[in-house]
């Protein structure tokens, strides 16, 4: 006899909530149509669901988005980079402890101490007819900020396997939630058929009917709300095996709209905006951003980067900036507005040669009018690329805080960290370099500004 089970899905949400009430609504209505025929449904998230450029996240470090989780009711989410890596230690520890449904994530630890109750390797549900699923899950391998964090981030393809091994003779179905990538579901799919859906997120990739490899369906829902998966499985209870899967992304857009929505949406902002509306410090006067120059707010944000790093220089683009600085009381409000990046610092250990090619690959003139998209930036064109205490004179000799730099010496350039990843300067992937975490710019520029100018007490 066939048993159908159907398997909702979301991934990379990034707290863009414009049409999470009409998907809620569909959701929880399809659910309870499916519950009268007896059909067993399930609700997941793949990761991402929570971004801190996102004012009403950001006022909740996260827990706002999980309560949105709960009342959706979803019954699985593993994590992604932006809950694991965008949060300290202690507020991802603590994020899901309200939460009504399970949390899977097998190949991350805690470095010392236990792991939060919430992290579990795998889960295995049991539907209606008595069929165990097995649900696995592995997010994507940042190690290195990983470790800066507190955590251990083990290798997720091995991770996977070995419990794929481990669980395939205790359950019907084996599933897995997979914050890797598509090229990683791919591999991964390759090298263990037993699995028989990888449901797909990070990379963003749009799988109207998701995609077959080696016999394992693959999933992906895009981003940002745009989608809702579909699968359903059709399990035969004689034989003992899967004899139908599919999957259908069903656009959220198109889904009819709800009661109120608009106001439900509208809370959110207002309820990050009251909470942050908090003041950190107060100006004498308007600082400015420019994206193709050089501007007052830059040369406050070098100041507080060369401070907060200890580095002998500073490089970034002038398309960080979102806004100026106000002038009088400045609140965190202001700050994220500014800055709603979830980017960090990193220092990079550089000899005069590679110091001087940084500053001349700098110069690129198609650089500032890049759309750019990922590596956590968050705003609208690159600008232009800024270098501050260093420079190569007329005589084509490097300058380091106006005195002719030492051959023998290693300088420490501070920059941002979605310059390391080799996009625009593939030396820096290579270079020895330390990430300054957890702070993001916002928090260093309050940091500063607080030294800086007067300040004020956060209540």
């Excluded at 007067?454 to 209540?459: D, G, M, N, R, S």
Aim: glycine letters at 6%; one cysteine or more; charged letters at 25%.
């Amino acid at each position: 006899m066939l048993e159908k089970i159907h398997i909702f899905h979301t991934n990379d949400v990034h707290s863009h909530f414009q049409y999470w009430p009409r998907m809620q609504h569909f959701v929880t209505q399809k659910r309870a149509e499916l519950a009268a025929i007896g059909e067993t449904s399930y609700l997941f998230d793949i990761g991402d669901h929570l971004d801190r450029s996102n004012i009403y996240t950001e006022a909740t470090f996260g827990k706002g988005n999980v309560q949105l989780l709960n009342e959706a009711n979803y019954d699985v989410v593993t994590i992604g980079n932006n809950e694991g890596i965008t949060l300290t230690h202690d507020e991802l520890f603590h994020l899901y402890d309200e939460a009504t449904f399970q949390v899977v994530v097998a190949n991350v630890q805690a470095l010392q101490g236990a792991n939060p109750s919430w992290m579990k390797p795998y889960v295995i549900i049991t539907t209606v007819r008595g069929t165990k699923l097995a649900i696995i899950a592995a997010t994507a391998m940042f190690d290195v900020y990983y470790r800066e964090l507190n955590w251990q981030v083990d290798d997720a393809q091995q991770t996977i396997i070995q419990l794929v091994h481990q669980l395939r003779d205790e359950v019907d179905i084996i599933v897995c939630l997979s914050h890797l990538g598509i090229t990683e579901d791919r591999l991964l799919a390759e090298a263990c058929p037993a699995i028989d859906v990888i449901f797909g997120s990070h990379t963003h990739h749009v799988l109207l009917e998701g995609e077959r490899v080696n016999g394992v369906l693959l999933t992906g829902g895009g981003k940002f709300g745009q989608y809702l998966g579909h699968l359903v499985i059709e399990y035969d209870d004689n034989l003992k095996k899967i004899v139908e899967k599919n999957e259908i992304l069903l656009n959220i857009r198109e889904f009819p709209t709800v009661k109120n929505e608009k106001d439900i949406v509208q809370y959110f902002e207002e309820e990050g905006k009251k909470l942050l509306d908090v003041a950190v410090f107060e100006t004498d006067k308007f600082y400015n951003k420019e994206w193709f120059h050089y501007s007052q707010l830059s040369d406050v944000f070098a100041q507080a980067i060369v401070e907060k790093s200890g580095a002998d220089c500073a490089l970034f683009n002038a398309g960080i900036f979102l806004d100026g600085l106000p002038k009088g009381k400045v609140t965190a409000l202001d700050i994220h507005r500014i800055f709603p990046h979830p980017i960090n610092l990193c220092t990079i250990e550089l000899s005069v040669a590679e110091l001087k090619e940084i500053y001349q690959q700098s110069k690129n003139e198609e650089w500032p009018y890049i759309e750019l998209k990922g590596l956590g930036f968050r705003g609208v064109i690159f600008g232009k690329m800024l270098t501050y205490g260093f420079m190569v004179n007329e005589d084509r000799q490097l300058m380091v805080n106006g005195e002719l730099a030492d051959e023998q010496r290693i300088y420490k350039l501070v920059t941002l960290d979605l310059f390391t990843f080799g996009y625009f300067y593939p030396s820096f992937k290579y270079a020895k370099k330390k990430y300054i975490l957890p702070a993001f710019l916002r928090n260093i520029m309050i940091d500063y500004g607080r030294r800086r100018f007067k300040p004020q007490e956060l209540k």
